[in-house]
Every structure is written in C-alpha cells, then in structure tokens.
T-cell receptor
C-alpha cells in the first residue's frame, strides 16, 4: 500500500458528460501528479501540483483541469468526455517537487460509453 | 519518434531465468533513469533508479545505464513467478521540474 488513495475505483459514464476524480497524497507529501494510462499511449503525464500551485503541465487536454486544495488532496476534472478518454487515471505523490520517487495510487478506471 | 522506446513484449521466461529488459532514448539531457514495476490493476511502484551512467544492484535486480549509446537495462536474476508484471522505464532531466518521460512498459511472465 503506497499511502496514496484514489476514488472512485471505477467510473462508467456517457460521452459528453463530466466527471471528477479525487486523490489524497501520502501523509506529508506536497506534490501531486496526475497520469493517464492507456494501452496504446502508455503512461502519460498530465499535470503536477506542489503545495496548491500548478508546477508542470504535460499532455493535458483543455477539457481537463485539476486543482490541489489546502488540505493537499487533489481533483482531476474531465469534461465533454469522449470515447478516447477511456483509460486508467493515476495519481502519484512525492515529498518534493520534481523528484523521481513518486508513489502511485491504485488508479481510477474510467469507461466512456 | 518517441523520446523513450521500450519493447512492449510480452516476454515469457521459465522460473530461474535471467531476464533482460531494455529502453532506448533520444534526449541526451536525461540524467535520472528509473525502473518501475506495475502489477495488473495496480499503480506503478519504483524499483530502482540511477543517476547518470553506471550500474546499480539491489538484490536480484541490476540497473545499467549506457549514456553513450542512450540505452538502459534492467536485469533480473533467478526470476520468480512473483516477478510477473509490467516493467516501465522512466527518465528525467535535472533541474526543478524533473518531469518523468515514460516508456510503454514491457510485460513479463515468469512461468513456474
């Protein structure tokens, strides 16, 4: 158990809808990273927050947004969902910004029908 | 061309075999090299990391980096069925925003 929690575990929704994925980092970790994993694209970095501030952006679509709250939990919002957004979404945390030792949560499996 | 290339396999070996997993990369600015292991339906977990070139050993696992060839390897000795997983390489530059660039992962099955 990495200490990172993610909810929900599974999510099934229809195209055009909006969903929110939630992540709680390990106790004491200030950095949160969001990733998307699909079979053909592998693990894609979406966005990083450090202590409430956005620190780095990856291949995140404009339809997606994220934030980190004062209690350090983070939410990833996905809107106008398309079939191609079906994937595993992972949250990871680390104790400092920009470090390689990231601890991953169990992921949220999103299915868009 | 992707920055990091990794053969997705699958790779199937008998128990006790030596396994070699590899990644190539194109960006010479990469300085940190990581190997993560991902079991089915779980998040990746860090196995090993190396900085710049050289070898690093941890139990049955050895990580090698050859920066001149832009090639990294993970060797698993005396492989066990519990090693069956997907192995992902990841790399980053130095500096404040060390965004990880990931390989696609190699699926490994160790057969008893």
């Amino acid at each position: 158990d990495s200490g990172v929690t993610q909810t929900p575990k599974h999510l099934i929704t229809a195209t055009g809808q909006r969903v929110t994925l939630r992540c709680s980092p390990r106790s004491g970790d200030l950095s949160v990273y969001w990733y998307q994993q699909s079979l053909d694209q592998g693990l894609q970095f979406l966005i990083q927050y450090y202590n409430g501030e956005e620190r780095a952006k990856g291949n995140i679509l404009e339809r997606f947004s994220a934030q980190q709250f004062p209690d350090l939990h983070s939410e990833l919002n996905l809107s106008s969902l398309e079939l191609g957004d079906s994937a595993l979404y992972f949250c990871a945390s680390s104790s400092r910004t920009g470090v390689y030792e990231q601890y991953f949560g169990p992921g949220t499996r999103l299915t868009v029908t | 061309q992707k920055e990091v290339e990794q053969d997705p396999g699958p790779l199937s070996v008998p128990e006790g075999a030596i396994v070699s997993l590899n990644c190539t990369y194109s960006n010479s600015a990469f300085q940190y090299f990581m190997w993560y292991r991902q079991y089915s339906r779980k998040g990746p977990e860090l196995l090993m990391y190396t900085y710049s070139s050289g070898n690093k050993e941890d139990g049955r696992f050895t990580a090698q980096v050859d920066k001149s060839s832009k090639y990294i390897s993970l060797f698993i000795r005396d492989s066990q069925p519990s090693d069956s997983a997907t192995y992902l390489c990841a790399m980053s530059r130095t500096g404040n925003n060390r965004k990880l660039i990931w390989g696609l992962g190699t699926s490994l099955a160790v057969n008893p």
